[in-house]
């Protein structure tokens, strides 16, 4: 249950270009945010005018393109199996059916106002694209608190199973790299590599970063937080006693202290007020009868012209014909959808693997702020059901909907759980950071994508038979992010943001372009 | 006008037990948060009956004094020199007129709905009893985002003042830290301090949190940011090259990325929505004519019976008589005013300092996010006005209140220029960090609380001559939280949270458990 590699290196941002994200703005180049998408799509309402395009899919990349096209001219429809827009990008509330392969129907029963995003929870400030789309679209966004210093960080191996607070670690860890650096540094283990002056600099930002005492040594610091907290009248506080660097290198809390810092996981955050499916809904309400609802595709045909699709729509089975194709159906889907695809698309899409990632959700009283003082951010566990992530939705209200395991299933324990073991085995790691706290857990839900159909997977994982993300150029992405004849491919897969909506829409952004040159050209 | 060294400690928390904060819950002891703060006052609604006190000041300290005194049953009067409750937590918005000693009368002319807090700003989540009250009496609170990893750092003296963006700062040093520590591990320098096993241990570790590259280089990290941000098809995206360790020695970053880790600055914060003032409003309201506005206070003496306080109303001298008195106003007020305290009270009235907090807050267009990608947080420079600190209120809509220049100016050459000259210095802020901005700014206004009627400085700095705060126990403050016969002395100065909200309420809470005993003994 613990991260996987891959995981880590995705949610570390250590692997250049993947699980990282779009960056508006940064030191050497303080570009401007669009504030309106659909300047990045170059052309004018006549662009599209007479060439009609199907998009395969009403998620976030589907409901972009079809979105951007209309404003270019192009005549359009979508093809949503489901009766719902968002794809991926779906919230769950009080009445929502959750019908997972395998594991029946379960029927979410929260309190009315309450919710959970199942999918995409968070909107990182970088993202300007979409977060772009939801001020061109008027969606309410509020803050997500993504970090807390006063969350978790457990291991059952290390003291105990004690949980420690993430400021404890954060600060105490820093609090002993300073030191033992410093030490070093006085020692003159460093005066080959330094530039002279730099020794006395070092040590001289090393007493503050620590922060270390006049003796270079590390002692604790109110940062970390306090035994007796100080207050009025002879109260003066009483630092925590530091955790020791051997209890720290044990416990190996580096994934959650680090989760931070992952570029797209970095103050500041958002997600949209009354769950993160407003975005989609958005986007359905602009485009109308555009979307055709509860219309999964049958089957997709190169023609003469284009493509011809066929689709199930009220029992019968129709077709649409078109001039192009932009296919945003995940990879899973597409491998049982009878296609005319050359080869290597063919190819890519067979060997690729998917994520499947899962959350377990419950609603009960807020004893995380109430009794824990935590509000928002994320605790994060060594073993069982990780990470914790507590609701930035109506914060200080009675009740709310908390997360109790946010991993990769696949391949793990975790996978071949029922549904009830699966469920305690949640409410097993909120016992074990708030003890006495787990009986209060009431009216779980749990989704975990490879089971939910039309998805079959949460994220594309590998694109080619034996290769990681992230190793370098890809034939299998290569391949897809080009256009097989009257067909584009788009959604994140097609993007180095895998797994964010910002990925899906930039890629339907970058399709519309490779068309519009091509509709000019010809 | 840098961080003065008492101001960055307070900041980073390195003095122990000041500039630190309440903090409810931690690793050793999950204390819960008292929903109700009432409840940390012993005591039954008729402890007071027939026991009079007179309240001087209408802070915070004095409303949650008279508040719960009330609960117990005490007969209660506050006398507040000015037309508002709250003192320092006073927040600005369209038509306040800012009336300063030496610079006339400002009157803010912000937009409909925007506001400054220009005392206190932030409400951390370890605040309990403050947050506390918020939940008693209906504040509605909303994150305040006190870190933004897309804020700025920036030096004159440093690449030719170029501002670095606080994600690139924190990562390239912590990167720098961890490869300088591997390089010596690995050289055997801490052979003799770690632990058996602790070596390969601690060089795994290394390479996570720099993170390091199989050599053990920091060679730069998505944490640091982009040069040319991942996107769709081929745009796998480019890292930043890290900024070398010679030049953030130079830069001398630490105060500014260390400011999150401050124990009262940690996420996560809050603030009430339309303005701090929302807190002594609610509090006016529950207590009514209890307060009494524009009656500066005149003369404190002590009597047979308790006190007799003197002071002004509509133009007539009146006095009031009670059996005890709890005096909230600040010493730099007390100072000339008449009164009868000991000896040792007039001794640490007559020789403690203020610090002068200024603010300058400027309306606009919200630049700051639609061009910078910044919501919130605060940006640090090494020179000029400084921190600039991005509002949390109304993000997304087209205009907003930024704060350049939020310091102590008493003994800085900030303290001796005009207005004009003031808002000159603020606007060359926004400039270094905000190029061409600077011409946006309107509406400036500067509160400097030196020169505010009835506060004459905006927290205490010492309590006794030639000591600072938190150099062991003082005799001033000793003195200061003892009752002086039948008056005591409140306000967040009688507490070790000096300078927040917190510190006042719990002084109020403290010396209504003191009088508590007292009355009950008698």
Known sequence: ??????????????????????????SLGLLPLK????????????????VSVVVLGGGIAGLVAAYELRKLGYSCSVLEARERPGGRNWSVRSGTG????????????????????????????????????????????????????????QND????GKAFVQRQVINDTRGHVAELLAKCTAQGALDQTLAPGDRERILDFLRLYGPLDSAGAYTGSGRAGYAEVPGAGDQAGVLSQPVDLHTLLDAKFWAGILFEETFDMQATMFQPKGGMDR??????????????????????????????????????????????????????????????????????????????????????????EQDFN???????????????????????????????????????????????????????????????????????????????????????????????RGEGPDPGYETLIQPDGPVYFIGDHCSHIVAWQEGAAVSAHRAIRQLNDRVRAA
Chains 1, 2 share one sequence.
């Open 157 to 160: 191996r290390v003291a105990g």
């Open 279 to 368: 975005i989609p809904y958005a986007f359905a309400s602009k485009l109308g009868a555009v979307v055709q609802y509860n219309s999964p595709v049958k089957e997709i045909r190169k023609t003469a012209k284009g493509v011809r699709v066929s689709y199930v729509q009220g029992g019968a089975e129709k077709t649409v014909e078109a001039d192009y194709c932009f296919c945003a159906l995940p990879l899973t889907i597409l491998r049982t959808t009878p296609n005319d695809f050359s080869p290597p698309y063919r190819k890519v899409i067979g060997e690729c693997t998917y994520a499947g990632a899962y959350k377990v959700a419950w609603e009960s009283r807020r004893f995380w």
């Open 374 to 468: 935590l509000y928002g951010g994320l605790s994060f566990l060594a073993q069982g059901c990780t990470p914790v992530w507590y609701p930035s939705a109506k914060l200080f209200s009675p009740r709310g909907v908390v997360v109790a395991g946010y991993s990769n299933e696949v391949g793990t324990p975790f996978e071949g759980l029922t549904l009830e073991q699966k469920f305690a085995e949640s409410r097993a790691s909120i016992e074990r950071l708030h003890p006495a706290r787990g009986r209060e857990l009431e009216k779980p839900v749990y989704v975990g994508w490879s089971n939910v159909p039309h998805n079959l997977g949460s994220w594309l994982q590998s694109y080619s038979a034996g290769r990681g």
């Open 35 to 50: 504030s309106s998408a659909a300047s990045v799509v170059a052309g004018t309402a006549d662009t599209g005018k007479g």
């Open 98 to 153: 959750i019908a997972l392969n395998g594991y029946g129907t379960q029927t979410c029963r929260f309190d009315e106002g309450n919710y959970q995003n199942v999918g995409p929870a968070r909107l990182p400030s970088i993202h300007g694209t979409i977060l772009g789309y939801c001020r061109e679209l008027g969606v309410e966004l509020e803050v997500e608190v993504n970090s807390s210093r006063s969350s978790f960080l």
């Open 1 to 26: 249950m613990a991260l996987t590699r891959r995981e880590f290196l995705m949610r570390t941002g250590s692997v250049g270009g993947y699980g990282a994200a779009f960056l508006l703005m940064q």
